[in-house]
């Protein structure tokens, strides 16, 4: 098995993992990642449908890990 992307902290709350850095530049770096939350920002909601198909995906992959951890 592969270790947790996050830890828990004291308080027992997980911190996610920080942003991949994409270029050595910093400016260009925080350009990119800026870029990618317009992007984010302006894609319309999921409908149900997205949703069930995406949930199906991840759900056959975990049940799948859960088969061979077992």
Known sequence: ?????????????????????????????????ARIERNVAAAPPLTDEQRAVIRTAFSTVTTDTIKEAA
């Open 1 to 33: 098995m592969t270790a947790p992307n996050s830890a828990p902290t004291a308080g027992g709350v997980a911190t996610p993992p920080g942003r991949p850095v994409r270029f050595a530049d910093p400016a260009r770096n925080a350009a990119y990642w």
